[in-house]
């Protein structure tokens, strides 16, 4: 069982893995709006991923 701050720490790690990996300055502000459906865009095009917080639980 996961605490919440170990919960909320690891759906913000999410979000910052995908913008290093597509290299989006963080001066651009983007929204976690925005980072989910970057995110979901690339899974059109690669093997579908479930989210780390998932994976983790396991």
């Known amino acids: 069982m996961l605490h ?11 979000p910052k893995c995908i913008t290093s990996l ?3 300055s963080y001066t651009e502000h983007k929204t976690i709006k925005t980072i989910e ?14 989210p780390l917080l998932e994976t983790v639980k396991r």
């Open 37 to 50: 459906y970057v995110r979901n865009m690339t899974e059109a095009f690669v093997v579908p991923q479930e």
């Open 22 to 24: 597509f290299r989006i």
């Open 4 to 14: 919440a701050d170990k919960t909320r720490r690891i759906k913000a790690f999410e």
